[in-house]
């Protein structure tokens, strides 16, 4: 399976700024994955990151609040940008290296105060 | 309705008990599926596929019924360091290959 290194792992930021959370594979993959898992519930899709096109977002995530970079084939960026109480979250990137199952980083833990 | 429907639970069991799990999707051209494991304050883990046919991985017994869009997962011998959540996976069809999660099931083993 793939080494999925996340940063940060946690971060306090104050409303009305941006955090931009990175995830670098020890292996190159197609498409990387953006995930949210808000307090108490499941994991939720925000987007699929593609290596040379843009990013194609979840019904209810939007590039203008989430912008995401994807420069080559071991690199992504989300961004989560002009941020609320409301974006207190974990934040975790994905691959699927073999079909067998995804891989997840070890989360960015995102209070905003 | 959810894609992928799970009881929230808690689950609570004594040490050494057999506990299930249940799980139901929704879109029936679902292609792949898969139980993972959830610690608290960690990131999900792969704990096994799920097959038609059925697989067993030690104490873990994971059953695909697609006639009715349910999935199982089994644990035998509990034990306290089985308890976690429990989030059952879909993996959709399409280009995408996007996973679809249950809210999950929390298993609380009791000494």
């Known amino acids: 399976s793939a080494v999925i290194s996340q940063k940060p792992s946690r971060d306090i930021c104050q409303r009305g700024t941006s955090l931009t959370i990175q995830c670098q594979v020890d292996?190159?993959?197609?498409?990387m994955f953006w995930y949210r898992q808000q307090p108490g519930q499941s994991l939720t899709l925000i987007a699929t990151a593609n290596q040379g096109s843009e990013a194609t977002y979840e019904s209810g995530f939007v590039i203008d609040k989430f912008p995401i970079s994807r420069p080559n084939l071991t690199f992504s960026t989300l961004t989560v940008s002009n941020m609320s109480p409301e974006d207190s979250s974990i934040y975790l990137c994905?691959?699927?290296?073999?079909?067998?199952?995804?891989?997840f980083g070890s989360g960015t833990r995102l209070t905003v105060v | 309705r959810k894609e992928v429907e799970q009881d929230p639970g808690p689950f609570n069991v004594p040490e050494g008990a057999t506990v299930a799990f249940n799980c139901t999707y929704s879109?029936?051209?679902?292609?792949?599926f898969f139980w993972y494991r959830q610690d608290c304050r960690k990131e999900p883990k792969l704990l096994m596929s799920?097959?038609?046919s059925g697989n067993e991985d030690g104490r873990f017994t994971a059953q695909l019924n697609r006639a009715s869009q349910y999935i199982s997962l089994l644990i035998r011998d509990s034990k306290l360091s089985d308890s976690a959540t429990y989030l059952c996976v879909v993996r959709g069809n399409g280009a995408t290959n996007k996973l679809i999660f249950g809210t999950g099931t929390l298993l609380a083993v009791q000494p």
């Open positions: 994905s691959v699927d290296i073999s079909g067998y199952g995804y891989t």
């Open positions: 879109n029936s051209a679902s292609q792949s």
């Open positions: 292996s190159q993959v197609t498409m």
């Open positions: 799920v097959y038609s």
